[in-house]
């Protein structure tokens, strides 16, 4: 079994930078897909930011593209998201998740697809 353990949220003011970090340990998925999730109160789970194909490739959704990046350690075993240029809209609580590689775009942006999910860490922007 995968445990995920995230970190590095915190409050910071609009246009500043925070990085996420993702800990994996235990089982991993041979052919995976790693990623983080947000949700504000009062909205829906969003999918943010994955990796996959041997931790390769990427995918952003079109709010953070150019402003967040998810990078690999393979030899920390861990995933970073770093996000610049934060905007209010950004407040939520991120979810690091892992699974088996998704074979498109809209099985990797469902919360179900992914039976792995760290504990989250929360992120404040303010104006």
């Known amino acids: 079994q995968v445990q995920l353990v995230d970190s590095g949220g915190g409050s910071v003011q609009a246009g500043g930078s925070l990085r996420l970090s993702c800990l994996a340990s235990?089982?991993?998925?041979?052919?995976?897909?790693m990623g983080w999730f947000r949700q504000a109160p009062g909205k829906e789970r969003e999918g943010v930011a994955f990796?996959?194909?041997?931790?390769?490739?990427?995918y952003y959704v079109d709010s953070v593209k150019g402003r967040f990046t998810i990078s690999p350690d393979n030899a920390k075993n861990t995933v970073y998201l770093h996000m610049n240029s934060l905007k209010p809209e950004d407040t939520a609580m991120y979810y690091c998740?892992?699974?088996?590689?998704?074979?498109?775009?809209?099985?990797?942006?469902?919360?179900?697809?992914?039976?792995?999910w760290g504990q989250g860490t929360q992120v404040t922007v303010s104006a």
């Open positions: 998740v892992e699974g088996f590689q998704p074979g498109n775009i809209g099985d990797m942006l469902t919360p179900e697809w992914y039976s792995e």
């Open positions: 235990g089982y991993t998925y041979s052919s995976k897909c």
């Open positions: 990796i996959y194909s041997r931790l390769r490739s990427t």
